[in-house]
């Protein structure tokens, strides 16, 4: 069996420069031949070589099978985290709360409430809680990891979980509390060694705050530095982009310029769409909004369209009460008078 698992290793590293997915399968081939830690460890491999393919789902679902047959908790952790991050970004996001609670609950088992283990743990369902619609108990998580963070000295993580923080505000309508959020971690950003893209990133989520107080000047001036950031080094066409030109399309909504607003919306729904696909659930605030935006120059039936689009990714995903769902809504039926 190991023999076997062997030879299909070595076939699986021979093709894995044209044909990640086809070494991705003859991984879990091999894994299948073998027992205990190497079947964990063959396993992790070919998570990571669907996930270099983009294919997200299928990545979550190797990290899982990787946790399950992990040889002891400390370990099953960390695979619990990484197929909650892959399921994530493969939008099921009901799953990927799942794989996250599982690993935040065995790491205060295994490690103790103070670890830094466990603030990972704690921030990552966190943050799928934001997502879903847990605001109450994300809070609490961001903050009982900010303070392990803190008690430990590690200041790129404290920034993480404060630009988080400002996130969570954000999506529970509390905005100026979240640019105080945003400007702690931009602070603790700027005081480490220069990280641009994470710079650029904390930029971006504190400007999408100042739009909703309507320090508009300040928040445009931070969108086009943080998105000439992400374009210098991740091209033009990246997800990070997109997010951008969906906070300017809003910035621009906001100021009462449709046809900016429709550029920056459809550029920022098309990044999202190549990246994400069609029907990933983040695709629902862009969509709202580029329905905002026909409505309010006329196009109601392309409106609902849209609005309806918003609804049909998010709810599946979210709970029922969640506020983004009862802002699509709102403006659907605004476009449906």
Known sequence: MADEAAVLLERAAAIAGSDLAGAGELALHAAALLEGKDRHEVLLAGAQLFAGTGDWARAAEVWSCAAEVAPEDGVRVRSLSAAGNAARRA????????????AYELAVREFGDRALQVAVAAHGLAMMLKYTGGFAEAEGLYRRALEVAIAAGDEAFAAVICHNLGGLSHASGMAAEG?????RGLKLREGIAENPLALAGDEGAL????IEIGEFQEAEALLLRSRATFGDYLGTEHHEVAVVNGNLALLALERGDLVAAEKYATDALAGKEAVLGSSHPE???TLTTLGTIRRRAGDCSGAITLHQRALAVLVPQVEAGHPLLVTIRANLEVAAR
């Not at 400007?207 to 100042?210: F, P, Q, R």
């Open 91 to 102: 939008g099921r996001w009901t799953d990927a709360e799942v794989a996250h609670r599982r």
């Open 179 to 183: 640019v105080r959020w945003a400007r």
């Open 207 to 210: 400007a999408a705050l100042l």
């Open 283 to 285: 695709l629902a605030p």
